[in-house]
């Protein structure tokens, strides 16, 4: 039986994973199937929001194959670096959470080895991996239900924006007197204020 992500083959899904994540990442093939799985057991005609555990493959996996966006705020990131995904009822919070399973692991030594780096990435059979992956589908991953908390079902507004006395630039007037860049919370070596 040939596995589907979605309405895609696995071999249409690979193409969409190269075309937007810029190449055939096995965190992202494996979070394709993981998509699906959260899906299949969403009621339908629902209105959902994502919530990645992780901020490495999983979100373009959801970014794919959902209206769920980090650009329209129905994706949220948690830094929690666990290879988990959330998808919920947009207003109460209601869903399930599906993650890569370790336990399920032991029959599929390439992914074994990828997703503990137990070999280099020059060492990894990339043909191997991407068959197991797709053999494996969701076999690897585990369902359970789950209830979001209030606190994260708020939508992050902007709010009132002001424009910064220093760079004349708008921010969120929540942010102070001045933006946080002129506050000194820049990723740049040098904030320039020309």
Request: proline share 5%; net charge positive.
């Amino acid at each position: 039986m040939t596995q589907k992500i979605g309405a895609y083959s696995f071999d249409e899904y690979l193409e969409l994973v190269r075309s937007f994540h810029g190449y055939a990442s096995p965190g992202v093939l494996i979070g394709g199937f993981m998509v699906d799985l959260a899906l299949r057991n969403l009621p339908r005609d629902i209105l959902f929001d994502a919530l990645c555990e992780t901020n490495h493959c999983l979100p373009d996996a959801v970014q794919i194959l959902t209206p769920c966006t980090i650009g329209n705020g129905w994706l949220k990131i948690m830094p929690f670096r666990k290879f988990a995904l959330s998808l919920y009822e947009k207003y109460k919070g209601n869903g399930v959470r599906v993650y890569l399973d370790t336990a399920k692991l032991k029959h599929w030594d390439e992914i074994r080895n990828w997703f503990f780096k137990l070999k280099p990435k020059k060492e990894q059979d990339t043909r191997l991996l991407q068959e197991q992956i797709q053999t494996a589908g969701a076999e690897i991953c585990s369902l359970k239900k789950i209830q979001i908390l209030p606190l994260h079902l708020k939508k992050d507004s902007l709010g009132k924006r002001t424009i910064c006395p220093i760079c004349q630039e708008a921010y969120p007037a929540s942010h102070g007197r001045i933006c946080r860049a002129c506050q000194g919370d820049t990723p740049y070596r040098k904030f320039n204020r020309e």
